[in-house]
Each structure stands twice: as structure tokens, then as C-alpha cells.
């Protein structure tokens, strides 16, 4: 979900321009650094955007210069009544506590209030073209996105063929592990009983019920399901939660696996299948 969008208008009194910048994220998360006159636009700006981005950790910023059409004597605006107060105060705690003022005119200059700008009169005509760049900024972004996400595509595709090729190697271990254990319960046998007291067929019995236990054939079956119906999603219109969902599945399995197979050769693989799936847990978030 990484991408960056820029959009820009100029006209006869105003230049606005947006550059929306996003990161990956499982929510939709935005940081709009509207000029303080156009406060009032967030929310709605902050829902167009979620409506068409979400999900990600969107940054968006603008650059708004503005004519100012007011006469110069009504841009900076003078609170005499305020600032008369202010000196009163200033001057009763200095006769009282018999302190000299020192530069009375700096103190009161930096009383909220006093000297401001005064607020702009934005007309509805502005507003209106800055939700009008910053969605097209967005739809910039989600371009960029697009391109992005068939290049993420391809490389899931590499990523999970990979770990099907990995599923196909520990079953074709399948019947080397079942001999390995075999042979390891014959010697943990052996190594106690003498051989003149085992009864090979409760022996036997013991053998298969412990191969029974660490039976693997269920977990194999269930991620080859799920591998598919990852496929089955990317080829589809993908969804980044749903391709997360899925994946958690696959680890699911692959723990199990790791566990149950009871054999190094298997668990090795399995090390690697999971070190794939991070790779592909990492890439899904790219998908919205």
C-alpha cells in the first residue's frame, strides 16, 4: 500500500497543490496538514479518503498560496482594549511590589490576542477545488498502486510455488520418516527389554499407534488446500485481509508440521517454508 500521489491547480487568485504520500497498514490512518483557515475540511477530506484509499498510513500535506483581497489595514487587527488591560495589571503589581517595569510594549505584544490576523473568509469556491486536488492526488496514489501491486502479485506467486515444491519434498519424505521412527522405537526397545521378552506383536501395535500419533497426513492435505485457495484469491481481485487470513492459516499448518513430523529432514524444510511465508506476510500488506 505504498505510493505517493501530487495534484495542483492554479487560478486567477489561489495555487493549491497536495502530494499524498502512504505507507503500508492493516487500518486506514491519515495525517491531513490543512492551513488553519481550512480546519473545518478535515473531516470530510479525512472520509473521501478513507472511502478510497482503505488502508495505510497516508501523510497529506499542501502548499496553498492565496491572494489576500482584504485592504491592508484590515489583515493585522489590534486588541487596544485588551492590551490596555494587560499594561493596568502589569503596571498595579509593579507600584505594589515596587518592581520597575522594563519594556512594558514586549511583554503585552506577545499576549494571545492582542495583535492577529485575523480570520480569512474562505470562499466555497476554494474549498471545493482543494477537495478536488486532494482527490485527485489520491487517485494518483492509487495508480501508483495498481502498478505496484502486479509487480507484489508476481513475486506471492514465486513465494508460494515455492512453498508448494517444499510441501512436494516432505512428502516424498513421507516414507523415509516412517522408517526412521520405526527403527528409533526398535531401539529404544531393545536398549531395555531383552529380546527374548518382546512380544512382536503388542510390539507392533505400539509401533503403529505411535505412528499414528505423530501422523502428518492431515496438515499436509490442509496447506496444499490452503495454497490453492491463495492462488485462487491473487487471481481473482485480491484482497489484502483476506490473503492475510489465509496466510495466517498456512503458518498454522506449517507449525503443526514442524512438530509432528518428529524428523530433521522435514523440520528443515518446514524452517524454510516459513522463513517464505514471513516474505509473504510482508508483501501482503502492500494489497489493499
Not at 221 to 233: A, D, P, S, V, W
Not at 274 to 282: A, D
Request: hydrophobic share 35%.
Amino acid at each position: 500500500m505504498t505510493g505517493f500521489g501530487k495534484s495542483r491547480w492554479e487560478g486567477d487568485q489561489a495555487t493549491i497543490s497536495c502530494e499524498i504520500k502512504a505507507l503500508n497498514g492493516r487500518y486506514f490512518e491519515a495525517d491531513i496538514r490543512l492551513p488553519r483557515y481550512l480546519g473545518e475540511m478535515d473531516a470530510l477530506i479525512r472520509k473521501k479518503l478513507g472511502e478510497m484509499l482503505e488502508r495505510g498510513t497516508v501523510s497529506v500535506s499542501y502548499s496553498i498560496r492565496w491572494e489576500d483581497t482584504r485592504p491592508p489595514e484590515e489583515r493585522v487587527q489590534v486588541n487596544l482594549e485588551v492590551a490596555q488591560s494587560h499594561y493596568a495589571a502589569m503596571k498595579k503589581i509593579s507600584d505594589s511590589l515596587s518592581i520597575p517595569m522594563n519594556d512594558p510594549l514586549r511583554d503585552i505584544i506577545r499576549v494571545p490576542d492582542v495583535i492577529n490576523t485575523g480570520d480569512k473568509e474562505v470562499p466555497e469556491e476554494l474549498k471545493s477545488k482543494v477537495l478536488e486536488v486532494t482527490l485527485e492526488a489520491a487517485t494518483q496514489l492509487n495508480e501508483f498502486r495498481i502498478t505496484e501491486g502486479r509487480a507484489t502479485g508476481e513475486k506471492l506467486k514465486e513465494l508460494v510455488k515455492s512453498i508448494s515444491d517444499d510441501l512436494t519434498i516432505i512428502e516424498h519424505e513421507e516414507d523415509n520418516r516412517r522408517e526412521a521412527l520405526r527403527e528409533r522405537v526398535y531401539g529404544n526397545v531393545l536398549e531395555h527389554v531383552k529380546e527374548s521378552n518382546i512380544d512382536e506383536n503388542r510390539l507392533e501395535q505400539e509401533i503403529l499407534l505411535y505412528l499414528d500419533k505423530w501422523d502428518i497426513a492431515e496438515e499436509k492435505q490442509r496447506l496444499g488446500q490452503h495454497i490453492k485457495y491463495f492462488n485462487e484469491t491473487l487471481d481473482k481481485e485480491p484482497t489484502g485481509r483476506k490473503l492475510n487470513f489465509i496466510s495466517q492459516e498456512m503458518g498454522r499448518e506449517m507449525n503443526t508440521l514442524g512438530v509432528k513430523s518428529n524428523y530433521f529432514l522435514m523440520q528443515e524444510r518446514v524452517v524454510q517454508m516459513k522463513e517464505k511465508l514471513e516474505q509473504i506476510k510482508e508483501q501482503v500488506l502492500n494489497i489493499v
